[in-house]
Structures are given as structure tokens and as C-alpha cells.
């Protein structure tokens, strides 16, 4: 028997308010008060144990679930724009100062990687005035700067990450794909170049999403293919030491 619908109801009505209640959860998620929104403006009081430095236009976090030794959130003030697709030419010096405030970041790190290497004792019979040639024995410590093409923090933010990508919550075949290829982590220089050529960025979300779900994970150095973390992460580090330190892929 055939049940029957309650007076008042139908299927087109119904349809109609789910759509209304997505709609109304993502523009709740898209408002100012969303945690993602909140972040840059409170973060000095949000979590003072990820509180790294701030300026006028900027705030400089630690991730949470940092994807390599170092990894730094650079966030604008007030927020800005969501993400890199709402970017648009009279955003750029806004990006131009997040850039300058990670390289400034990132600097101060390799600072104190060298400071490091020139005290270790592997390294006594160096000039400990010579960071340079404690660091030749050593990985190179290099830094990208950029953005992820569809983040699910709801508020512009820059990566500052160094390239060893050593780190136990790089788990993932997804962290590593979105972590070091240029299809989704886009270079800032790349970002503002587009930006300023084209006025803005598309972004293909499902193809995003693919390559976030794919098996197979790329060395950055030399293509290298593997559908085995472990085996990557472990092809990487022996990589690194061929070449002294990793050169990121070509942008396409």
C-alpha cells in the first residue's frame, strides 16, 4: 500500500527546503563569524601556543599539523578575500606583503639551521664563522611560499613550509600530493603573476579533488613515481642529497 504523504507536504517541497538549509549552512560557514574567518583577527588571543609574530596587515601562525620541519601560516588582516579564486588585481600588494613577511620568516630560520649546523660536533673542523660550509655538509634547507588552490580554511592564507617534508603528520597520500606538487600548493610569484595577467585565478575544483584522491604521489626533483608513501618519502630524502637541495617542479 502506497504511503500515504502528509497534507501539506511534497516531494517538490521538500527538495526545495533542503536546498534552502544547504544554503543557508554554507553562507553560515562563508560568514565573518566562521572560526576559519575569525582566525587571523583573534589570533593572538584565539591560541597564543601557535603565535608566532604580527603586523598591521598580517598574522603569522605555526600549522597545527605542520607537513614538514618548518611550517608557518601567514594569514591577512582583516580578512581579506576566502582564497585565491577571489583574488583580484588591487588585492596584490596585500600578497606582496604576505610574501615579504614570510621570506623575512623563513630567513630567521635558515638563521638558526646554520647557527645549528655550525656548532654540531659533526662539524668541528669547520670555521665556526662559515655557516656556509657546515651547511654543504648538510641538506639545504629551502623554503616555498604559496597557496593551496581550494583550502578548506575559509580565509587567505600563505604557506611558508621548507622542503624537507619530514614529518609524522605528512601521512598521507593526500598530504603529499597537496603538499609538494604545483597542481594544487601554487607558488605566490605564480599567483600574483596570474593575477596580474589575467585578473584573476579559476579554479578547477574537481580536478583539485582528483588529485588529492590519486594513488600515484611525484617526487618534486626528478618525477619520480610511487603509490608508497614510505617508499617516496624515503626516495625523496636520498633525492635531496644527490642534488643538495630539492628544486620544485616547473609550474604548468
Known amino acids: 500500500m502506497a504511503q500515504a504523504i502528509p497534507e501539506g507536504h ?3 517541497k ?24 575569525i582566525l587571523g583577527r ?3 588571543e584565539y591560541d597564543p601556543v601557535d603565535f608566532v609574530e604580527e603586523d598591521e596587515k598580517t598574522v603569522t601562525i605555526r600549522d597545527r599539523h605542520p607537513k614538514a620541519k618548518h611550517h608557518y601560516m601567514i594569514l591577512d588582516r582583516p ?22 613577511r614570510g621570506k623575512t620568516l ?33 641538506l639545504a634547507i629551502t623554503f616555498r611560499y604559496g597557496f593551496h588552490a581550494a583550502p578548506s580554511m575559509l580565509h587567505l592564507h600563505m604557506h611558508v613550509i621548507s622542503t624537507d ?5 605528512l601521512h598521507s597520500k593526500k598530504h603529499w600530493n597537496v603538499t609538494t606538487g604545483n597542481e594544487i600548493f601554487m607558488d605566490a610569484e605564480s599567483v600574483m603573476d596570474r593575477v596580474r595577467r589575467d585578473g584573476r585565478i579559476e579554479i578547477n575544483e574537481a580536478h583539485c579533488n582528483a588529485i588529492r584522491s590519486r594513488a600515484e604521489m611525484y617526487c618534486p626533483i626528478c618525477k619520480f613515481e610511487s603509490t608508497n608513501l614510505c617508499d617516496m618519502k624515503e626516495h625523496y630524502k636520498e633525492c635531496r642529497k644527490e642534488v643538495r637541495a630539492p628544486i620544485p617542479a616547473p609550474l604548468t
Open 165 to 169: 617534508y619530514e614529518s609524522k603528520a
Open 79 to 100: 580578512p581579506l578575500v576566502r582564497n585565491v579564486a577571489d583574488l583580484r588585481r588591487e588585492d596584490l600588494p596585500q600578497i606582496e606583503h604576505m610574501l615579504a
Open 42 to 44: 583573534r589570533a593572538t
Open 106 to 138: 623563513a630567513a630567521k630560520l635558515q638563521a638558526a639551521e646554520d647557527a645549528a649546523a655550525s656548532s654540531s660536533p659533526e662539524h668541528s673542523d669547520f670555521d665556526p664563522g662559515d655557516p656556509a660550509a657546515a651547511r654543504s655538509q648538510q
Open 14 to 37: 521538500a527538495s526545495s527546503q533542503k536546498k534552502e538549509k544547504n544554503a543557508t549552512k554554507r553562507k553560515r560557514e562563508l560568514s565573518t563569524n566562521h572560526w576559519s574567518m
Open 10 to 12: 511534497s516531494p517538490g
